[in-house]
């Protein structure tokens, strides 16, 4: 027997080499990713948060979608157009959807790739006759918006985003509280010293959703003749400041959303903590993607910013509404192509978050068919509840295709389920995709509390899931 020289590896064992070929191992990226890897990833996150702070609600993503296409390219979607190889153009819905387009090389018929995310958040909106007076203190009535879990708004900084349309059809775009010098508004608790009977409340109904009222004033209007003079004085600053009434809040939609900008999680600056990962975090990458892959692109290349996701995605900007597939359609047609074949032929990501595994709270995952942060982006086969209701079920053959893709192309990639069997469930707009006769799949970032004020996201999943989306739209 030889002497082994001091670097040579030791040999491996059959047993280890069996495993090896057999047994999957999926790694963390940190243990794949190059230095110069990390520092780009890094980097590319540098622009999420950037696109986090400017984009809270949806209204404020297609604004911003629609600044950076331009500056990109793309032209707004003209009906009748036949466009050709290489053209870039986009369709705003309403100002709170958006439909992203770039050519491809091959026909229509030969069908479209698709990334779908969402741009609507969970948040606290205002009703339609918000404004009261309460014990010399000025509030706001609210209707909070998607699936909030309602402890977790109270005490919190909060800005108020949205428009108001006055009475001459005027609109007046509003946004206060991200400013270090605007004033912010507030929802108040208890205090613990007389909180027994609130503290002996289960969590879910400790508050409701008319408890969840804005504290927006104090100071009384300086006149003794009239009444309810702290809420004269709101509306006279506000009439002051937009020139409006109260009727004008019939016609507007506020909303409230966390103050705070997005910021690196830990020592290592290796998360990211913010409003709106869900699904901004996907978002982001969708649009960078198809900016980038224009010209290189064999398939037609589409991203959707859908709105109302967050509520079921009815509503004309939401997924359920005919605005996204008429413009395809229109596309196919207007080029003398058969849309039936191009849907029939048709890919789709349907881009939103998962549940990324917390150890905190390990009971409700189930390890094995679990997201974990900082192992790449995460594809869902199934979504729904219970025994796989309410799904989108992507087909092997599918899932083949996209493993293929991702593997051939050095995606960092997981796989992931929302959590235990019978522990709960949800789904996003991939079903409704694939009433089109497209084959979808989800595949999105895994994230840490989700729907909370500041949810939290690693930044390598989010570098994977912009490599995912851009080896897709390449194909
Ligand atoms: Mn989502
Ligand atoms: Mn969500």
Request: overall charge negative; proline content about 3%; hydrophobic content about 35%.
């Amino acid at each position: 027997m030889a002497t082994k020289k001091k670097d040579q590896a030791p040999e491996k064992s059959k047993g280890e080499l069996l495993k090896e070929s057999l047994c999957m191992t999926k790694k963390y990226s940190y243990d794949i990713m190059t230095e110069e890897q990390i520092k780009e990833c890094y980097d590319y996150c540098e622009g999420y948060k950037e696109f986090l702070d400017k984009a809270k609600t949806e209204r404020e993503s297609v604004t911003y979608a629609v600044e950076y296409l331009e500056a990109h390219g793309f032209k707004p979607f003209e009906y009748g157009k036949k466009y050709k190889k290489g053209d870039k153009f986009y369709l705003n819905n309403r100002g709170k959807a958006i439909y992203i387009v770039v050519v491809g090389k091959k026909s229509f018929e030969e069908g479209v790739h698709i990334a779908a995310a969402h741009v609507d958040t969970s948040r606290i909106d205002l009703k339609q006759n918000p404004l009261y007076e309460d014990n010399n203190l000025a509030f706001f009535k609210t209707h909070y918006y998607g699936g909030i879990k309602k402890y977790q708004w109270v005490t919190l900084p909060l800005a108020l985003h949205g428009v108001i349309m006055k009475a001459d059809g005027t609109k007046v775009e509003v946004c206060i509280g991200e400013d270090e010098s605007d004033p912010i508004f507030y929802i108040t608790d208890l205090l613990p010293h007389l909180g027994k009977d609130q503290a002996g409340k289960p969590l879910y109904n400790a508050f409701s959703g008319e408890d969840l009222n804005i504290l927006c004033g104090s100071r009384p209007f300086a006149d003794d003749k009239v009444g309810e003079k702290i809420k004269l004085n709101v509306l006279a600053l506000l009439n002051e400041k937009y020139g409006i009434t109260e009727e004008d809040f019939l016609s507007s939609e506020l909303t409230l959303v966390p103050v705070s900008k997005a910021r690196d999680v830990g020592f290592d600056r290796s998360l990211i903590g913010a409003y709106g990962h869900d699904d901004r975090v996907c978002a982001y990458p969708i649009l960078t993607a198809i900016a980038d892959v224009a010209g290189k692109n064999e398939h037609t290349s589409v991203t959707i910013f859908a709105d109302k996701e967050e509520t079921g995605s009815d509503t004309n900007t939401g997924m359920t509404s005919f605005a996204f597939e008429d413009m395809l359609k229109e596309m196919c047609i207007n080029a003398g192509q058969n849309p039936r074949k191009m849907f029939a032929n048709s890919k789709c990501l349907s881009a939103d978050v998962n549940a990324g595994f917390d150890p905190n709270f390990a009971g409700v995952y189930e390890a094995r068919n679990s997201a974990f942060l900082n192992k790449g982006v995460c594809v869902t086969k199934f979504t729904g509840g219970g025994g796989k209701g309410g799904t989108n079920d992507a087909h092997a053959e599918f899932v083949s295709y996209v493993r293929n893709l991702f593997n051939d192309a050095g995606v960092i990639w997981q796989m992931g389920e929302l959590g235990k069997v019978d522990q709960g469930g949800g789904g996003t707009v991939a079903k409704i995709l694939a009433k089109l006769n497209i084959d979808v799949i989800d595949v999105g970032v895994p994230v840490l509390s989700m729907h909370a004020p500041v949810e939290v996201v690693a930044k390598t999943d989010i570098w994977s899931s912009y490599n995912a989306f851009v080896a897709f739209f390449k194909d």
